[in-house]
């Protein structure tokens, strides 16, 4: 073996070491019980902000908004294995269960699911069914989705792929079921981490390619675009000069979000923002399920304790490869 | 160690797609040339764009597994879609008005609309997606759902005239010299509902 090879060899071995070290920090599970909780909450919001428009939907028959048909004949063309509502309707119909019935069924269901991950209990076949129900609804009415679906879907795929329960769960305190290893808690909560990096950094970098961003004008027409104009231009306008730095500010923490979150000194200072600027769209807005599957999102991957600080350090694996710090 | 390897692996491969769609959505922007970018750059972000469109198997035909699979698994991790929210810039927001013409000559003002705010925020997502050239073939049929959804509240309704167009709000100079949102028709449907009548 050439002097070459081995040190690309070595190389790839330290690096291979220091990745799976930052893929499998030991953890705790409060991380996972903020995520939990809090996205037990947004499906039960989700289907209560809902509910009185639920049928009027995602109706297929004569008494829907836009046949809910045509949403899912559209998921189709991506792929007929994306599951929708059309799939219940048609176990339903096997079982003589109406298209109605099966909605309301459906509909219960999910805000079943949220009251039970609220409190923890069944919380992975909660987990799996209420992002089931969910990804059929987001697909069924795909013409009507926008960001807060995703959000939800990713945030429900995330949780019921991680090591629930969590010890604050009625699972663990009644059922005494076992906890998950601490890698593993920690793995899933480096992937959220991940995820909310590219969240913000290519959002953040596609407002810092329109010129709206930098001069205030983008701000203006998201606060003044029905149906989100519920703050009056009027007052807008006593602040027109606030908004180039709010518009530069919130591009600057979206793109500079995957690099000063993860130092220990800029963390909080970022986080407070970026929850700052979700609490505004949600109050500013009306946006709250955005708002609130945004906040939930950031307080699981980085707002519980410090990620530095909570992961165990645990001795170097062999050959005294160094973990890979973070912050 | 077996187990992380495989989660390691996944991880790879999750933010791999994660990375193409966002990119895909990116490069799509610059190359429709609505970035402060030179319009130079354009050709290269097209090809980006396709590049990013290849790894995510969407250059692939319709029916073809691969292709499939990985939408499957982008919807199913709620990925399929950018983050490219409200950006590069806001776009105007739209509007549909039903004109509907009563047995009579009476004529009325109308829009679609449903019961709750939260529904209410996916049905202007519906509007703004109509806008799309993508949904042009859809266009039609769906604005007949929503006059259709008028209709069944007015079953005397004659004929309902759809117009649908942009609204674009005025900017903060215009708004303080007193201009307010203008409104420019993308297009429009006449629906008789007389045949359905005598059903």
Not at chain 1, 253 to 279: D, S
Request: proline share 5%; glycine share 8%.
């Amino acid at each position: 073996m050439t002097q070459g090879t081995r040190t690309s060899t070595a190389l790839t071995r330290r690096w291979s070491a220091e990745l799976m070290a930052f893929l499998f920090p030991a953890e705790t599970d409060n991380w996972l019980t903020a995520l939990r909780i809090g996205l037990g909450l947004q499906v039960a919001v989700y289907a209560l902000f809902l509910k009185s428009d639920w049928h009027y939907l995602f109706a297929s028959t004569g008494s829907g908004l836009v046949n809910r048909v045509l949403g899912e004949a559209i998921t189709s063309f991506d792929s007929p294995l994306i599951p929708t509502l059309g799939w219940l309707v048609a176990v339903g119909g096997y079982l003589n269960i109406g298209e109605d019935a099966v909605l309301s069924i459906a509909w219960a269901c999910l805000l079943c699911m949220g009251l039970l991950l609220l409190g923890g209990l069944f919380s992975r076949p909660a987990a799996i069914i209420g992002w089931f129900l969910h990804l059929c609804a987001a697909e069924s009415g795909g013409l009507f989705a926008y960001g807060a679906d995703n959000f939800m879907t990713t945030g429900l795929f995330y949780l019921m792929l991680s090591p629930l329960p969590d010890r604050y769960s009625l699972d663990y305190r009644l059922l005494k079921v076992q906890l998950g290893s601490q890698q593993l808690l920690g793995f899933w909560r480096r992937v959220l981490q991940v995820h909310m990096c590219f969240v913000y950094f290519a959002g953040g970098l596609a407002k810092a390619l329109g010129s709206g961003w930098w001069d205030g004008s983008n701000l203006w027409r998201s606060l003044t675009r029905p149906p989100f104009n519920l703050v009056s231009p009027d007052i807008l306008v006593r602040f027109k000069y606030g908004l180039p730095i709010l518009g530069i500010s919130i591009c600057l923490i979206e793109l500079g979000y995957p690099f000063f979150i993860w130092i220990r000194k800029t963390r909080f200072f970022w986080l407070v923002c970026i929850l700052a600027i979700h609490a505004a769209i949600g109050l500013a807005m009306g946006l709250y399920l955005f708002a609130l599957v945004m906040i939930v999102l950031n307080v699981a991957a980085f707002g519980i304790g410090d990620p530095s600080l909570t992961g165990v350090r645990r001795p170097p694996p062999q050959g005294s490869v160094r973990a890979l710090q973070v912050g | 160690m077996i187990s992380k390897h495989i989660h390691a692996i996944w991880f790879v491969v999750h933010f791999f797609l994660v990375a193409a769609v966002c990119f895909a959505g990116i490069f799509s922007l610059i190359a429709q040339g609505s970035t402060v970018l030179p319009s130079v750059i354009d050709k290269s972000a097209r090809k980006a764009e396709l590049i990013a469109a290849f790894a995510l198997g969407k250059e692939a035909p319709a029916s073809n597994p691969i292709r499939q699979a990985i939408a499957t698994y982008l919807h199913a991790a709620g990925i399929q879609a950018g983050y490219s929210f409200f950006a590069p810039n806001v776009p105007a927001y739209h509007k549909l008005t039903l004109e509907l013409f009563y047995a009579d000559g009476r004529v009325e003002y109308e829009s679609p609309h449903v019961t709750g705010k939260a529904a209410a925020l996916r049905l202007d997502s519906l509007l703004d997606r109509l806008a799309d050239e993508r949904y042009e073939p859809l266009r039609e049929v769906v604005v007949k759902m929503l006059a259709l959804s008028i209709w069944r509240a007015r079953p005397d309704v004659k004929k309902i005239r759809a117009t649908f167009g942009a609204v674009s709000p005025p900017g903060i100079g215009d708004f303080e010299g007193g201009q307010r949102e203008s409104f420019r028709p993308i297009f429009s449907y006449d629906f008789s509902l007389r045949e359905r009548e005598k059903q």
